[in-house]
Nanobody, 121 residues
Framework: QVQLVESGGGSVQVGGSLRLSCAAS??????MGWFRQTPGKEREGIAA???????RYAEFLKGRFTISRDNAKNSVYLQMSGLEPEDTAIYYC?????????????????WGQGTQVTVSS
């Protein structure tokens, strides 16, 4: 059973940066992704990366976030910059064994507990 543990969330002012980390244990995963969710809204995909470091991003990010992974550490990271109040959400790390680098929630089998990111003006 794969377990995911996120860290790095917190509060930041508009324009600031944060780096989220997610450590996986219990197995090797091909696809790892980051999602976020706010109250009353569906969970949305932000970025995904496969074992070979091919990536996919949500278009609304406008290049502000960067996903990366360290296969040796079985970890994935999300570097966020130019943060806006609209980025306030709970951020989730997810892992899936499928071949596609997708931002679809249904493609991921394992989820972390989430970490809160709050951006204030």
């Amino acid at each position: 059973q794969v377990q995911l543990v996120e860290s790095g969330g917190g509060s930041v002012q508009v324009g600031g940066s944060l780096r989220l980390s997610c450590a996986a244990s219990g197995g090797t995963i091909n696809i790892m992704g980051w999602f976020r969710q706010t109250p009353g809204k569906e969970r949305e995909g932000i970025a995904a990366i496969n074992w070979y470091h091919f990536t996919r991003y949500a278009e609304f990010l406008k290049g502000r976030f960067t996903i990366s992974r360290d296969n040796a550490k079985n970890s994935v990271y999300l570097q966020m910059s130019g943060l806006e109040p609209e980025d306030t959400a709970i951020y989730y790390c997810a892992a899936g064994s499928g071949p596609l680098i997708t931002l679809g929630v249904g493609a991921y089998n394992y989820w972390g507990q989430g970490t809160q990111v709050t951006v204030s003006s």
